[in-house]
């Protein structure tokens, strides 16, 4: 078990692809830490979105272990770390986290693929 239930992810997958493929949500290349404000200034615009609504309270819902396990899970699907550093990954999400979690995982436009490939590369399937 990855530390969070497979179906809150596959949630969050399904709901970041529907929010991300709408028209005007444009959103740079290369967000930066999760400690960064720069996500906040991004999706401020958004944040009446319903879909937006959606995930950012799927994840508020989740205990801080849990949201730091999904950012792990992004940059685990990202490249940022292999299968082997999963330990790592989750280290260094333990000592990014903020309240702003859901920000700063929308503020990945690749984000529903990124937890994807993560799933993926630890033996999950998206949807399972």
Known sequence: MIGVNPE????????????????GVVIPETPGSPSDDWALQVLADHSDNAGFA??????????PRQQQTIVALMWLGRGD????????????????WTPETATYLMAHP???D??????????YEFGE
């Open 8 to 23: 809150i992810v596959n949630f969050l997958i399904s709901r970041a692809h529907q929010f991300h493929a709408q028209e």
């Open 54 to 63: 959606e995930v950012k309270s799927a994840v508020n819902d989740l205990e």
């Open 81 to 96: 770390y292999s299968v082997e550093e999963w330990d790592a990954a989750l280290e260094e999400a333990q000592r990014n």
């Open 110 to 112: 690749m984000l529903a």
């Open 114 to 123: 990124f937890l994807q490939e993560g799933l993926s590369l630890l033996g």
